[in-house]
């Protein structure tokens, strides 16, 4: 049995659901000794802005268990670095590029996106409204589904390219995020990107990270991403998805994709081994063939849930 | 080019309860590492530790006729302290040789350096001995530590340099001269000792006191840094530290040996 592994995200068409995830990849290149560039559904780039950004000051990053937290800042080349020195030799070598952008205004979002215009290099943009490592920006537009209205439409009307909005789990109610995102113009959403934490070193009462709080990531978070994928799943049935959080193993993305989610992004999986996205591909295959799927789409949004009864007093 | 590979075990040796060599079947990384390269080893395949951990590649040896790569370690958490129990045979992920190494390539024979090491920040330094011992270069041993079991590897270091040409200092006066290591280089130098280069690695305390001899004697220095880092190869951005030119830069990529003039020690 050969297995069907292409995906659809709206006009976002990928070979394979494994993509990997921003700020978990740097702009590719560097896993170009460790993997198969052009093997991978897609990779997401690190979050580029108008200008370069040279981060937050050390402590950055602790390990948790599970997982870990990070505060980087949003370190980056910069737009017009990247489409000058990473875009072409990531074209050369066959990767399906998600250009992940961010800015601490619309006027900033609006701004990467028109650097970027047309550039066929490009499949799509991703819209990070959600780093919760920055002062200004961020996460400010995903907490408030008013101002991602207002930021996506602005970055609607400004480009062609496919639109994915990659949203916070730090809200009350991730179906509202997702609405106000697709009801302003995307084609597609990421969820989820990191959960807002604490580590602190006690024997000197500071925390570990020198932001204080830092960006949960790692397997600590995938029960989390599941519930996410899966309730956006659930209200919005035709929005494809990429879901994302703590995925390390071909199990673990299968679990999303029965979760709701079209595809994948694997990321601080990443750091831990730099092949494992271009592994993963192969084993999704035979694990598909393993059990009798003969389409990966097959597989999206197949949960099978009881119903919910009210608690009995008795 | 770095290689992500699977390493066997092949020996642990304790030297005492906070200090121990890892020796793991040397693979394709072996032939590639040059003096102050380092390796991100991943430490079981658990959840915690979660993370690789970086460490020195301290040298490229036998054991037992076999290739070896081997770490010397200092238990320091979860990540040093399970890499500790290992059986022989055990596979580890291991990425590397990893980081800029140290500048040796421009050295003549006539050369004479220094090699400055605090307490564990002998690691790197161990394969710098050996390889200055087969270029016929002349390098003199500062080491440092709290006490005795602090200085490891004596006999190594005074193997390839020469006993003659080993120093060492210890904050109880238990091996060496009591005080500290950067007291002994400054010494050396105040007697008239000229380096064309001083390698070193150890803790910052030690760092930013010998940034500063370095400067005083205006004597170029190669420092091999230790950073917390997730990655180890420029991609997580976790590993930086505050440089003389206002960048962070990561210590995996750009490091791990610098000039100590490159960093702002003020703000590291």
């Known amino acids: 049995m050969s297995v069907d592994l292409s995906t659809a995200l709206g006009r976002l068409r990928l070979k394979n659901p494994i993509a990997t995830a921003s700020g978990t990849f740097g702009y590719g290149l560097e896993f170009a000794d460790y993997l198969d560039l052009a093997s991978l559904g897609a990779i997401s780039v690190k979050g580029l802005s108008r200008r370069e950004c040279r981060g937050n000051p050390p402590p950055r990053i602790c390990e948790t268990d599970a997982g870990m937290l990070n505060a980087i800042g949003l370190q980056n080349v910069g737009v017009d670095a990247f489409m000058a020195e990473k875009l072409p030799e990531l074209a050369r070598l066959g990767a399906t590029v998600i250009a992940n952008v961010w800015g601490d205004t619309e006027e900033d979002y609006v701004a990467v996106v028109e650097r970027i215009g047309d550039d066929r290099r490009v499949a799509a943009i991703e819209v990070n409204v959600s780093c919760p490592n920055v002062v200004r920006g961020g996460m400010i537009f995903g907490n408030n589904p008013e101002a991602l209205a207002a930021l996506v439409k602005r970055i609607r009307s400004a480009t062609r390219q496919p639109l994915v909005v990659k949203l916070s789990p730090n809200v009350t109610d991730i179906v509202a995020s997702a609405r106000a995102a697709v009801d302003a113009g995307a084609d597609a959403l990421s969820l989820i990107n990191t959960v807002v934490g604490l580590a602190i070193d006690l024997e000197r009462r500071e925390p570990k990270i020198g932001f204080t709080t830092g960006g949960l990531s790692g397997p600590a978070i995938r029960p989390i991403a599941l519930r996410m994928v899966w309730e956006v799943r659930t209200a919005l049935p035709k929005i494809p998805i990429f879901g994302m959080g703590g995925i390390e193993t071909v199990e673990h993305v299968a679990e999303f994709l029965v979760a709701g989610a079209n595809a994948v992004q694997i990321g601080t999986a990443n750091f831990r081994d730099p092949s494992v996205a271009g592994r993963l591909v192969g084993e999704l295959a035979a694990w598909c063939e393993s059990h009798g799927v003969a389409r990966v789409s097959d597989l999206v949004g197949t949960l099978r849930t009881r119903p919910r009864e009210d608690h009995a007093f008795v | ?268």
């Open chain 2, 1 to 268: 080019m770095a290689v992500n590979e699977s390493l066997r075990v092949l020996k642990t040796i304790h030297y005492d309860e906070q200090h121990y060599s890892l020796f793991l079947s040397a693979g394709a990384i072996g032939a590639r590492t040059k003096p102050g390269h380092f390796a991100m080893i991943q430490v079981g395949e658990g959840l915690r530790p979660y993370l690789r951990r970086a460490f020195s590649i301290a040298d490229v040896t036998k054991v037992a006729g076999v290739p070896a790569l081997e770490f010397v370690v200092k238990i320091a958490g979860v990540g040093t302290a399970a890499l500790a129990r290992f059986a022989e045979g055990t596979p580890l992920g291991v990425l590397g040789p990893l980081g800029v190494p140290f500048p040796i390539d421009d050295l003549l024979p006539s050369d004479r350096v220094a090699v400055v090491a605090g307490g564990i920040g002998l690691a790197p330094l161990v394969l710098l001995a050996r390889t200055f011992a087969a270029r016929g270069i002349a390098a003199d041993l500062f080491y440092g530590g709290r006490n005795e079991n602090d200085v490891l590897k004596r006999g190594d270091f005074e193997r390839f340099l020469g006993p003659h040409r080993c120093r060492y200092a210890t904050d109880d006066g238990s091996l060496g001269r009591k005080g500290r290591v950067t007291d002994l280089l400054a010494q050396a130098l105040q007697g008239g000792a000229r380096y064309r280069r001083v390698y070193a690695c150890g803790p910052v305390p030690m760092f930013r006191t010998l940034a500063r001899v370095l400067r005083d004697a205006d004597l170029e220095g190669s420092f091999a840094m230790e950073s917390e880092m997730a990655c180890g190869f420029g991609v997580c951005l976790g590993c930086v530290v505050p440089m003389a030119d206002g960048r962070f830069a990561t210590i995996c990529k750009e490091g791990p040996c610098v000039p100590p003039t490159a960093i702002d020690w003020a703000r590291l």
